[in-house]
């Protein structure tokens, strides 16, 4: 593990030196923060507020972290294995740091994301052969085994306004999100609409990397 560590830091120091020989006018950052955390409980953007201006003053230097709380009372009506009700949640983890913002390197972008479950949903209950839950096989593919997994750790490195590259564990849950499907938070909750089914093809969570090409009208 040692030599894989020592070669992971190398290559971020490497890629931190070309990003700042390529000048520092690079992308943006991947996540947009509101501009405040400020606000009555009614108007706030995040439940917990600004926790007494540490969150804005982060923020404003780069690190943001968020936890979403996902709820799902779901039964069988009729038909099924079993006419129960359940209640499965999620708990959802998510930090980014902006190297750029963090006055590191320019260009440069960590995120981890982590999620945790508990409780009984209706995944068994229906009988169904894809899950009815999406958020009910995750983290784990096993229904009703609460779990806590790390979904996503990854660096980005833009060495251009234009170019960059991604590597680490990457989460596909986010992969071709669209206006129709593939957030299971607030769309469809059964998986067929959210992700293919063929899990070897295509895993919720594994190991890779991407280049990124932004193309279109410069700022």
Not at 47 to 57: A, E, H, I, K, P
Request: with cysteine.
């Amino acid at each position: 593990m040692q030599p894989m560590c020592k070669c992971v830091r190398a290559v971020a120091l490497t890629l931190g030196l070309l990003a700042a020989l390529f000048g520092a006018r690079l992308a943006c950052a991947q996540t947009s923060e509101p501009e405040s955390y400020k606000g009555s409980f009614w108007d706030r953007p995040r439940l917990t507020g600004d926790w007494g201006g540490f969150r804005d003053q982060a923020a404003k230097r780069g690190v943001t972290l968020d936890v979403d709380w996902l709820q799902t009372l779901q039964g069988v009506m009729s038909g099924g294995v079993s006419k129960n009700a359940d209640y499965w949640g999620t708990f959802e983890y998510t930090l980014n740091v902006d190297t750029g913002k963090l006055r590191l390197w320019p260009g440069g972008f960590f995120t981890v994301y982590a999620l945790s479950s508990y409780g009984n949903n209706a995944i068994k209950d229906s009988g169904a052969l894809i899950p009815v839950n999406t958020a009910g096989i995750l983290p784990s593919l096993r229904a009703d085994e609460p779990a806590t997994g790390l979904m996503q750790l990854t660096f980005t490195q833009f060495l251009a306004p234009w170019f960059g590259i991604v590597v680490g564990k990457l989460n596909g849950l986010q992969s071709d999100d669209n206006a129709f499907a593939h957030d299971y938070r607030t769309q469809f909750l059964n998986l067929g609409l959210n992700f293919n089914a063929a899990l070897a093809i295509a895993p919720f969570s594994g190991y890779g990397g991407a280049l990124i090409f932004a193309f279109g009208k410069r700022p």
